[in-house]
């Protein structure tokens, strides 16, 4: 009874730990996302995807990414999907934005950015399609969206001072899986420095 009753609160505290690191990591790197904006980019980060639709982890950021969608600068925001192709496939910001269209509906300005194969080419190819957005979000499961806004502040500081939250964490959301996604999150993010996990005023 005692090694189930261990084992039960065992559980609850790794649940309990990723949900915690993923939300804070989902607040590193972000300000203030309050005033209106007249220009807003969402950018989605793709993950490899070798099959001709786009898979169960790319389909979720597209939803996130929809969703992260500001109601006051709607009319004025631009969906970038940024992803390369992996082995001989399309491109996983072709795929993304078909099942935002197709899947979704989604009927909004559309961007793609098809050649990157890695998180610094996704952030490095895309800034030419920031340079004129007020407000900037990422998206990506929390560790992964935190890596590219660093990467983005070393390489433009001035843009990085945009970002803010995305909508890609939910309390609840993928919790059985996030304790999963925090270890390798910790391990994905060991190249970061101090100030580079901070969460902003």
């Keep these: 009874m005692r090694r189930r009753s261990g084992v039960a609160v065992a559980g609850v505290a790794a ?23 007249e220009a807003e980019a969402v950018v989605v980060l793709g993950f490899r995807n070798p099959r001709a639709t786009a898979n169960f982890i790319n389909r979720w950021r597209v939803r996130a990414g929809i969703r992260s969608i500001a109601a006051d600068s709607a009319r004025g925001t631009r969906v970038i999907f940024s992803g390369g192709t992996a082995g001989s496939g399309r491109a996983e910001a072709l795929l993304m934005a078909d099942y935002a269209k197709s899947g979704l509906a ?24 920031l340079e004129d957005a007020d407000r900037i979000k990422i998206v990506s499961q929390p560790a992964h969206a935190l890596k590219a806004r660093a990467y ?16 890609d964490y939910r309390p609840g959301e993928w919790m059985v899986a996030k304790p999963l996604l925090a270890l390798y999150g910790l391990w994905t993010l060991r190249g970061l420095k101090t100030d580079e996990r901070k969460i902003l005023p």
């Excluded at 983005?152 to 909508?167: G, N």
């Design 15 to 37: 649940l309990a730990w990723g949900e915690w690191l993923n939300r804070r990591w989902s607040r590193a790197l972000v300000g203030n996302s309050e005033g209106a904006a």
């Design 106 to 129: 989604f009927d909004g300005t559309v961007l793609l950015e098809d050649r990157s194969r890695t998180t610094w080419e996704n952030i490095t190819n895309v800034i030419p399609l």
């Design 152 to 167: 983005l502040r070393r390489r433009r500081p001035d843009l990085a001072e945009r970002l803010v939250r995305a909508d």
